[in-house]
């Protein structure tokens, strides 16, 4: 398998564009994660998804993302309007989730976004 | 809630010299627990794992013993190189949970 493909690496938008982000987990895998990563604010949690259902979505930082997931092949995290605050790295992430022992995610190489 | 708490970085070591991070986790049940590596430019990776008390994970000469009396899953390296130089992040999971709760991240940065 190739693993979580991200897409794109890198995005450089202007303020007020929408961003659309995308990630494709691995085959088989029931869990999809969104996280952001920042300097100042670490790893963060935006949504995840069970079986293509938002679970918890308390992350979102507001009404301005949105996150879809039609199917199991696929997701989006999309923000509309950017602004210069959400640059950061979004990394998509995906497990198999089993009732018996707890979650090991594997995450993609993310997508390094810039909102100037 | 389930939350994890892990030392504050950086850290800064010569090469060959002991690693410790400290990570402790606050859960119900039982949880996993993981620790995942992070270098630069890249995703997060899976470094090592336990499943239950007791459990030793291990790899690439890492080590972290999950301990339920402490509520502890510190990492060690007996010997760091500097290819080693990464943010290591520790992280759990509940039983039965999808989801995965990480620490903040600690940079390590290996001199040589």
């Known amino acids: 398998d190739a693993g979580v493909i991200q897409s794109p690496r890198h995005e450089v938008t202007e303020m007020g564009q929408e961003v659309t982000l995308r990630c494709k987990p691995i085959s088989g895998h029931n869990s999809l994660f969104w996280y952001r990563q920042t300097m100042m604010r670490g790893l963060e949690l935006l949504i995840y998804f069970n079986n293509n259902v938002p679970i918890d979505d308390s992350g979102m930082p507001e009404d301005r993302f949105s996150a879809k997931m039609p199917n199991a092949s696929f997701s989006t995290l999309k923000i509309q309007p950017s602004e210069p605050r959400d640059s950061a790295v979004y990394f998509c992430?995906?497990?198999?989730?089993?009732?018996?022992?707890?979650?090991?995610?594997?995450f993609g190489q993310g997508t390094r976004l810039t909102v100037v | 809630g389930d939350s994890v708490t892990q030392m504050e970085g950086p850290v800064t070591l010569s090469e060959e010299a002991f690693l410790t991070i400290n990570c402790t986790y606050t859960?119900?049940?039982?949880?996993?627990l993981f620790w995942y590596v992070q270098y630069p430019g890249e995703g997060l990776q899976l470094l090592l794992k336990a499943t239950k008390a007791d459990d030793k994970g291990s790899n690439k000469g890492f080590e972290a013993t999950y301990r339920k009396e402490t509520t502890s899953f510190h990492l060690e390296k007996g010997s760091v190189q500097v290819s080693d130089s990464a943010v290591y992040f520790c992280a759990l999971s509940g039983t039965g949970a999808n989801n995965l709760f990480f620490g903040t991240g600690t940079r390590l940065t290996v001199i040589p």
């Open positions: 859960a119900t049940g039982y949880p996993s």
């Open positions: 992430a995906s497990s198999l989730t089993r009732a018996s022992f707890g979650t090991e995610a594997f």
